[in-house]
């Protein structure tokens, strides 16, 4: 038995945020039934079609999950959202702000009727305050939380690779229900999350914040090196690929002169015998390093770090990623079904085997939607009509 077995999630969700919160909770055994709208289906369906012809997006956030299609704004809509929150126990919702209030589906509009459903909005902003109405998207965010401002080089900000105040926004929604469906256990009651991506992305960004307590200097835009230790980031080998270690101490240091760049004398060198001293010469530490590697390759510049006991990775591609040997000999990947067939998936992170968690198909648009309202007292006429009448 999976741990949320039995628990029914209701998803009003789009893009990423609120799916990859909903995701998780599937992962775990939970029924999630998204709900999208009639034909087009959650938005991010259309982002790209790099997965046999499907979303990259939507093929990572919406695995073992059921399409419910239904028109919210229908009139035969209300009475359907009230059958399925009825024996629901989670209502995730990351709709436009103020839109699932509109419709009666806040918390203080539906704790009264269902006293034991837990209502997790998502937002960018969250529900009050001068930036509530404020539409946010992952790269507003990036830059409305700071991220932007230390992410770069010296000379251009830069956005993270991925969604990362999505990601961000959804890990503190799954991990706020899992705490109030405990909380629950004990109460008796549901209770209202509100999730900011703003506020998520603040937390991450606690230690450049401290750093710059009570108006010190930020930590300085370093590219793919760290801001504030050298030499940690990447450097290059005699045959043109970079090579990322990371030396977090003075024995580090010490050892990886002697070892690495076999010159022990420059662990004592008064120019940097200190990692403030490396970190303000790092044109010329850099200089010297790949002076060194320039007489080996990436493979052999990784032989010797690993000898020396100095941590170090390489600068994957994609596809390197894809057929990572660590996450083969892990068995870290299984296959999940598609609208498109069967493609890849990663094991959750902690899950020991496929055997622990759900991996079941990514929906088509509308998949169950006969099913879910049959379920609730529906007919095959009272289905069939409904898809006349576009409510579903």
């Known amino acids: 038995m999976k741990p949320l077995q039995g628990i029914t999630v209701v998803a009003l969700e789009h893009a990423i945020a609120a799916p990859f919160c909903s995701r998780q909770l599937a992962d775990q055994g939970a029924r999630v039934i998204k709900v999208e709208r009639p034909e087009v289906g959650d938005f991010a369906r259309g982002y790209d079609s790099r997965v046999k ?12 999950k059921e399409s419910l299609a239904l028109d919210l704004k229908h009139a035969q809509a209300g009475e359907i959202m009230d059958k ?10 990351n709709l436009a702000p103020g839109a699932a209030a509109r419709m009666g ?10 006293p034991r459903l837990i209502v997790c909005d998502i937002s960018g902003y969250g529900d009050s305050g001068p930036y509530r109405d ?6 507003l965010i990036q830059s409305e939380s700071g991220f932007l401002s230390i992410t770069g080089t010296p000379e251009e900000p830069s956005k993270a690779g991925c969604s990362i105040a ?4 959804g890990m503190y929604a799954y991990s706020n229900i899992l705490t109030a469906l405990i909380e629950r256990g004990r109460t008796g009651k549901g209770r209202r999350i509100d999730v900011s991506m703003l506020e998520s992305m603040a937390e991450w960004m606690s230690f450049p914040l401290y750093y710059a307590y009570e108006g010190a200097s930020p930590p300085p835009r370093a590219g793919a090196s760290h801001a504030t230790i050298y030499p940690y980031g990447p450097f290059l080998a005699g045959d043109g690929k ?33 990692n403030a001293k490396r970190s303000a010469a790092r044109a010329e530490v850099k200089a010297l390093i790949e002076a060194a590697f320039s007489r080996l390759d990436a493979a052999e510049v990784i032989e010797r770090l690993e000898a020396a006991g100095i941590a170090n990775a390489q600068v994957n591609t994609m596809a390197d990623l894809w057929s990572h040997p660590q996450l083969a000999a892990r068995k870290r990947w299984v296959q999940v079904d598609t609208p498109a067939g069967l493609v ?6 902690g899950a020991p085997d496929a055997a622990d968690v759900r991996m079941d198909a990514v929906p088509a648009v509308g998949q169950h939607s006969a099913c879910i309202l049959r379920e609730l007292g529906y007919s095959d006429a009272d289905v069939q009509q409904l898809k006349t009448d576009k409510a579903i």
């Open 53 to 64: 012809g499907l979303s990259s997006h939507f093929t990572w956030t919406n695995r073992s």
């Open 84 to 93: 399925l929150l009825a024996q629901a126990d989670v209502l995730v919702q």
């Open 105 to 114: 589906l806040s918390f203080e509009a539906l704790h009264a009727k269902y």
């Open 134 to 139: 404020k539409k946010a998207y992952d790269l």
């Open 166 to 169: 999505d990601i961000a926004a």
């Open 242 to 274: 970079s090579v990322m270690l990371g030396l977090q101490n003075e024995r580090e240091w010490a050892v990886f002169c002697a070892q690495v760049l076999q010159q022990p004398a420059l662990a004592t060198d008064p120019r940097f015998d200190a």
């Open 344 to 349: 890849p998936a990663l094991l959750p992170p």
